[in-house]
């Protein structure tokens, strides 16, 4: 349900899994095909998003393509390494991770060099986030035993989880310049300060009937007084709320309203709202990306309802193919509160805004 | 021998920024040269608007250095500058465009002439007079037509979208060719279709590159963004102008807006005013005998006229109070009805205008997408500007993924982007160079690109001269060069490769003969007989392969080559050989000279 303030629906030459800002007036996109060279692009948004006034007088409705560059692998991830003009990506194979340039002269994002990781096998990559600091060191692992921070520009391992712990990771998260969140795909869920030894704080492990569910998190940014600020989310549509200094028993749950189990549940992805308080979005079930209001939960792991629910991807599919479209990543725009971006699998890109019918926000 | 390494040069004046450009492009092929559109820089109200024909020729007339000129649409950024070039400048050749560009062409460079003229009092500018003898000089073509416009250069349109009329032309000499864009869109319009060219193969193909850089939004969110709006200003009782030129956009509009009344249950009366009716007849035909079938199905079935909820504006109309909807021309608000009711209507901030696309200075049109609220009118009047005032722009330009598809779909050997700004595009040019292993150029505005081409040239060898290639022994590989020795006569666009016998024979030339002569002096006191007998029996014995003759009036003979002895003038007892020979037999005449040279062995007594 729910009313769109505004809504404009664009097409990629290619589907990305990434949408990664660069300050707030651009993002970066990427093809995530196997056989062939991908792109990496820098998008501006459209100038008419970015003013509030006379919107009419603002022609300019489309993305630009500011800079682009070309990538031999999969891009599955990608990190812009802030105040910097680097990008890291990571992807299939997941042996190395790959740093990017954006320069200001030219419109092509150059190669600057790779930083190999952990072998493994098959279908398994390396999930990034980055410390940024004056020296910035990119978190990257595929298992928990594998995590390690490496400097970007030395290349030298700073820090290593020191775990043989096979478990694998779904999401990694730099939380500051000391402690990273991780949430494996059993759901296991852990905060680790990197000045000590490994010793997470983390939920007792996997409930029952876990193995047949893949889990992914999002710890909050902006919290208003005390409260859950982690959400993690299972490919059956349960979602929970903790809170970080308890996270064996989670503060709220509640059940999103998907009729079957994520098809890809590596494209699970929960958000919260970075201007909204206990606003989270959600998708990698099917075409839609739906917004929750959890205040409005009653937190006892019953079905919720969206307070609003993106259908674009799938009303305006133009070719009628076999398979409905996926939305593969989805983000907040930064300061503009109900303003969102998602990506589908048919290489639709959308940006909009819904018209929020709560009483107070 | 000309022309065997074809040469292409091109230039570009192109103006700043995206909407505001101005495309000029001269081409040489083939020893032709062609001038690919003629544009208006709107952004500038001086000579800077119309490009430097000087750059073309110094001296000379452009009329005897031009084969032709095309123009690829109606749009002022190609075709505005084009009276001021034929009328002003001086071009009398011709100048190619479709049908429906050659209709609507004069109506919008009067239409801009008066602006400049009229409202901005502007001196320097062409005439309406010139903008008819300008049109003269225009010869129409149809799609897919190849025409010749001499008996070496030939031009075919090719279907572009965009607006109506455009096309897109290839322009062939011999074995060479380019393929100029103008403007084009690969997706398909309501009312237009998407552009489309066959597997030609050119050795370039030149694209505008303007929007590469652009990911457009989808039509639908632009059109309901259209229908939001009027429906907004219609809710609140407001009246809401939409200035157009002419048939296509507006009837794509009219059917939106149709659908939605339809849909929506609306009560609010819709006007096209009679201005645009006249005109859209004519159009209208002139469009349909222009555009594909599949277009022409879906369009005819919405004839203009057939509208439940689009009536005929009458000018009381803008009196009537209530919400209302007004197609009215002109586009630019700069005359004309459409200028007449946005008077009526501007004060109140309940109406609301729509501006459809891009206004030239100096047009209200203009003023108010900048932002002026207070516009000065006839008789020192200020008309204060209280309507809501919004921008919808449906015209469609080639993006990046556009610009591959036809890139594509041409198969050109080389690529060349022509955009407005010197703005680096580095990345779309790697991006073609590695999708379709071509090379891609994208130069600054006035720079010069030569492209060297190898057009193969078709000979004709006599039999003879390839039976006597043959005799010489060893089999000819096919895959390997093989360098010949003939003569290649032209004639009639005919090459033939025959022997040199052959050709002095058929042009009725004798052979000239190149003999050489040298003196070689020897030292012997005989008779001259004697001395003959000497260089006889020495080379005799000497030049084995070779076939020494003595014949029987002294001289010695060597292959053809003559040795004759005679005394020295002055001195007895010396001898001088006089050597001969001809121009292919000089090797061996140089070896037998340094023999001589050498002396003759002693004789044995």
């Known amino acids: 349900g729910g009313e769109y303030q505004d809504f404009h629906a664009f097409d990629l030459s290619e589907a990305t899994r990434v949408l990664e800002w660069i300050d707030d007036k651009g993002v970066c996109v990427a093809g995530y095909e196997s056989l062939k060279k991908n792109e990496i692009l820098h998008l501006l948004l459209p100038l008419r998003l970015s003013v509030k006034e006379n919107q009419g007088l603002f022609p300019e409705r489309d993305f630009k393509v500011r800079h682009g560059g070309f990538s031999d692998t999969s891009v599955f991830d990608l990190k812009h390494v802030l105040d910097t003009r680097l990008l890291v990506t990571s992807g299939l194979p997941g042996c190395h991770l790959h740093v990017w340039q954006v320069t200001e002269d030219s419109d092509v994002i150059q190669a600057v060099s790779t930083i190999a990781v952990q072998e493994e096998e098959g279908s398994l990559w390396p999930r990034v986030a980055i410390f940024s600091s004056m020296a910035p060191g990119v978190l990257h692992g595929a298992r928990l035993r594998g995590l390690k921070v490496v400097d970007l520009e030395t290349q030298k391992t700073t820090y290593s989880s020191g775990v043989g712990d096979s478990e694998e990771l779904s999401s990694l998260q730099v939380l500051d310049a000391d402690t990273f969140a991780f949430c494996c795909a059993s759901g296991r869920l852990g905060l680790v300060d990197i000045r000590q030894k490994w010793a997470p704080s983390e939920n007792a492990g996997p409930g029952p009937g876990a193995a047949a569910r893949r889990w992914c998190a999002e710890v909050g940014g902006r919290r208003r007084g005390p409260g859950p600020s982690i959400a993690s989310l299972g490919s059956d549509g349960q979602l929970c709320l903790l809170d970080p200094r308890d996270l064996c028993h989670p503060v709220s749950s509640g059940r999103c309203p998907v009729s079957a189990p994520s098809p890809a549940p590596e494209l699970l992805r929960v958000t919260w709202a970075p201007g909204l308080d206990d606003c989270l979005a959600v998708s990698g079930f099917d075409g839609t990306v739906q917004v929750y209001d959890a205040t409005s939960w009653d937190g006892t792991g019953g079905q919720v309802e969206p307070v609003f629910t993106h259908r674009g991807h799938i009303f305006l599919e133009d070719n009628q193919t076999d398979t409905a479209p996926l939305v593969t990543t989805h983000t907040w725009h930064p300061h503009k509160p109900r303003t969102l971006l998602s990506a589908a699998s048919d290489a639709s890109l959308h940006v909009w805004d819904w018209v929020d019918h709560r009483a107070a926000c | ?605």
């Open chain 2, 1 to 605: 021998v000309c022309g065997v390494n074809g040469r292409f040069a091109w230039l570009v004046e192109g103006g700043a920024g995206q909407d505001v450009g101005r495309s000029c492009i001269l081409v040489s092929i083939g020893g032709k040269n062609v001038m690919l559109d003629c544009g208006m820089h709107m952004g500038f109200n001086d000579d800077r608007r119309f490009p430097d024909f000087s750059y073309i020729t110094r001296n000379g007339r452009l009329t005897d250095f031009l084969d032709c000129v095309i123009i690829s649409h109606f749009h002022l950024d190609h075709c505005g500058a084009l009276p001021y070039f034929s009328e002003m400048v001086g071009y009398d050749g011709p100048i190619y465009m479709t049908h429906p560009t050659q209709a609507i062409c004069p109506i919008l460079l009067e239409d801009y002439r008066k602006i400049a003229v009229d409202k901005k009092g502007e001196a320097n500018f062409f005439t309406s007079q010139m903008i008819k003898d300008c049109m003269k000089k225009v010869v129409a073509v149809h799609l897919h037509q190849t025409v010749q416009v001499d008996d070496e250069l030939e031009i075919k349109a090719y279907y572009a979208g965009h607006v109506l009329g455009a096309a897109m032309f290839q322009i062939k000499v011999g074995s060479e060719s380019v393929v100029y864009t103008g403007d084009y869109n690969m997706t398909p319009d309501r009312h237009l279709g998407a552009a489309w060219i066959d597997k030609c193969r050119p050795n370039l193909l030149i694209t505008e590159s303007t929007y590469a850089t652009t990911i457009r939004d989808s039509k639908r969110c632009r059109e309901r963004d259209f229908l939001k709006k009027v429906h907004e200003a219609v809710e609140r009782g407001g009246k809401v102008l939409i200035p157009v030129f002419a048939l296509g956009r507006a009837q794509e509009l009219c059917i939106l807006l149709e659908t939605f009344w339809e849909r929506m249950n609306l009560k609010a009366p819709i006007y096209f005013s009679t201005g645009l009716t006249e005109k859209a007849n004519h159009y209208y035909k002139l469009f349909i005998t222009w555009t594909n079938q599949k277009i022409r199905k879906t369009f005819v079935q919405r004839n203009m006229f057939e509208f439940k909820h689009i009536k005929a504006f009458d000018r009381a109309f803008a009196d009537n109070p209530g919400p209302m909807v007004v197609f009215a021309t002109p586009g630019m608000l700069h005359a004309g009805q459409s200028l007449q009711i946005f008077r009526k209507w501007a004060g109140n901030e309940k109406n609301m205008v729509i501006m459809p696309g891009y206004c030239v200075q100096g047009t209200v049109g203009h003023k108010i997408l900048s932002g002026q609220r207070k516009l000065e009118m006839e008789g020192r009047q200020v008309l204060e500007v209280k309507m809501q005032v919004e921008y919808m722009s449906f015209s469609a330009h080639a993006d990046a993924k556009g610009i591959m598809q036809l890139v594509g779909q041409a198969e050109p050997e080389s690529v060349l982007l022509v955009h407005g700004e010197a703005k680096k595009m580095e990345f779309l040019k790697q991006k073609i160079e590695q999708e379709f292993r071509v090379s891609c150029y994208m130069p600054a505005n006035g720079e010069t690109v030569t492209l060297p081409t190898s057009p193969s040239i078709p000979v004709g060898i006599s039999l003879g001269l390839l039976k006597r290639e043959m005799a010489q022994g060893l089999l000819p590989d096919a895959k390997k060069p093989r360098l010949l020795h003939g003569t290649l006569i032209m004639k009639d666009s005919n090459f033939r490769l025959v022997s040199s016998e052959q050709a002095l024979k058929e042009l009725g030339l004798a052979e000239h003969q190149l003999r050489f002569t040298c003196r070689v002096h020897l030292h012997d006191p005989r008779k001259e007989q004697e001395t003959a007998m000497r260089v006889y029996s020495h080379l005799k014995s000497v030049l084995k392969e070779h076939c020494v003759q003595h014949l029987p009036d002294g001289s010695v003979t060597v292959e053809s080559i003559l040795i004759q002895a005679a005394a020295h003038s002055e001195d007895p007892g010396t001898k001088v050989l006089l050597v001969s020979w001809t121009y292919q037999d000089e090797e061996l005449g140089s070896h037998l000279t340094s023999l001589l040279k050498k002396g003759l062995p002693q004789a044995t007594s």
